[in-house]
């Protein structure tokens, strides 16, 4: 093959190059907004370089060639491999920026775990959906959800179990909802949808659908889960015209639905200032467990027989600052609903052993017993808890009676039965408190490793006067002699 041929060949090839790299100059110049210009010069200098190769290419063929021209011919050919390369790898650079821009934007719009829309997203989706409401005369609602029992799961089982049982929430909400609807996740516990064309009955249809699918359980890894949600409801444009509003009226209504235990709540305006106060109170209740501010007040168990006391009971008062005295009936369901529940039986527990401590030093010998909510014997470490709080003050465990409602029993009985074995197994006593009250099953009763049954006072203040409630006395006394349990009456107040 001669030096004519070759540098022709060399030629030819630059010139195939230099063509094959404008449509992916062509496609840069599209994506690249920034350095459109550059690209858009380049392209051209691409075409003006394919004319110069041809013109060479034809000299080649019209002359004999030198050593020089076919230098010439092979700097032309590497100089066309070049700017192939340099536009490969600027194509695949500004491709793989893009990707990783486009993953950066949905990270930054979804949710980490769960793979949802987060609160930004969320927000967008409102908009555009009042856009649309507003252009075709629709309806529009949004649902805030929050989850019922996620804290005592995820602090009694640990975080991975909650990160899993809020995945799974997420793909269990995904199936209850429209394919139009859009789902995400606000953060902690807290869901939200957006429905559109859809009105306050349509609404309350579809909150109720969700409740129902929430409260099947969850089986993770072999536990049996079971919560609850409270969802609240707002529309569009009854209940506010922009995406904040509509949100935070929401979420006033969910907080609404929570208190009433029921499922779903509409907004309400009067809840407004409930609201308000009920956050200021639960800063306030926070703050003063924290600076163990609360006092404890014992209410003495007397034995009629001989009218000695046999023990007493620890009760939690609180004294606000602000509003004086607010009474337990009202500050203990918002430690339950505010996520302090915890804190509050551990400051109780603490101060009860303390003063049965103090009591034992001074040659008084009561047993002193303590409330425990529902939630707490969701707990699994609480025994231990009690176990070394025991410890520390030197006590027998038969100098502290712990005392559960039989309401209690009723929520996960496999887990609160392991719990209430666990405390008795210590060798705390058990209590049943309100007993009458709760429609628990008498299975339940007989399996209860319980000492004592406390008579709810709603049967014993009107037992005299009400036939009816002294026959609800005497046959709750005669279960409790069969079982060989002690009775305690609660709220006598009558001389004889």
């Not at 046959?475 to 004889?496: F, H, M, Y």
């Amino acid at each position: 093959m001669t030096l004519q041929t070759v540098s022709i060949l060399l030629v030819l090839a630059g010139t195939a190059l230099l063509i094959s790299s404008l449509y992916p100059v062509r496609t840069i110049c599209r994506n690249d907004d920034e350095h459109r210009a550059g690209w858009h010069t380049l392209f051209c200098l691409i075409h003006f370089f394919v004319v110069g190769y041809a013109t060479y290419c034809f000299f080649l063929f019209r002359t004999t060639i030198s050593l020089g021209d076919f230098v010439v011919a092979l700097i032309l050919f590497a100089g066309s491999i070049f700017v192939v390369i340099v536009v490969r790898m600027s194509g695949a650079t500004i491709a793989n920026v893009k990707r990783i821009a486009a993953l950066e934007r949905h990270n930054a719009l979804h949710d980490d775990l769960t793979d949802l829309p987060n609160r930004t997203l969320l927000h967008e989706q409102i908009k555009q959906a009042i856009l649309h409401a507003k252009r075709d005369f629709e309806p529009l609602a949004i649902l805030v959800m929050d989850l019922d029992r996620f804290k005592e799961i995820n602090d009694a089982l640990g975080h991975h179990y909650g990160d899993f049982l809020l995945q799974k929430v997420a793909v269990r909400l995904q199936t209850v909802i429209r394919e139009s609807d859009s789902l995400a996740r606000l953060g902690g516990d807290e869901f939200a949808v957006v429905l559109p064309s859809v009105d306050v009955d349509q609404a309350r249809i579809i909150a109720n659908k969700i409740a129902q699918a929430i409260q099947m359980p969850f089986m993770i890894e072999g536990h049996s889960l079971t919560i609850g949600i409270s969802i609240g409801i707002a529309l569009y444009p009854t209940h506010g015209q922009e995406s904040e509003t509509l949100l935070q009226h929401a979420d006033v209504a969910m907080y609404a639905a929570k208190s009433t235990e029921s499922h779903a709540a509409i907004y309400d305006a009067a809840q407004d200032q409930y609201t308000l106060n009920r956050l200021m109170l639960l800063a306030d209740l926070r703050e003063t467990i924290r600076k163990e501010q609360l006092t404890l007040h014992y209410q003495p168990k007397i034995v009629l027989k001989n009218n000695r006391i046999c023990g007493v009971e620890a009760l939690v008062r609180w004294r606000h600052h602000d509003l004086d005295f607010i009474p337990p009936d009202h500050f203990i369901p918002l430690a339950e609903q505010g996520g302090l529940i915890r804190p509050l039986t551990l400051y109780v527990l603490e101060c009860a052993v303390r003063q049965r401590a103090a009591w034992r030093d001074q040659g008084i010998d009561l047993t002193i017993s303590v409330n425990l909510s529902i939630k707490d014997l969701q707990d699994l470490t609480l025994p231990l808890h009690v176990k070394k709080l025991l410890a520390r003050w030197q006590l027998e465990p038969s100098d502290l009676m712990l005392e559960i409602t039989e309401s209690s029993m009723m929520l996960q009985p496999d887990r609160t039965f392991e719990v209430i074995s666990n405390l008795h197994a210590l060798g705390v006593q058990l209590s049943i408190d309100d007993f009458g009250t709760g429609y628990s099953s008498l299975s339940y009763l007989k399996q209860l490793p319980a000492e004592e049954i406390k008579i709810d006072k709603s049967f014993v203040i009107n037992m005299i006067k009400d036939e009816n409630d002294e026959v609800i006395v005497r046959a709750t006394i005669d279960l409790a002699k069969n079982l060989g349990l002690k009775v305690i009456a609660e709220g006598w107040k009558a001389p004889r």
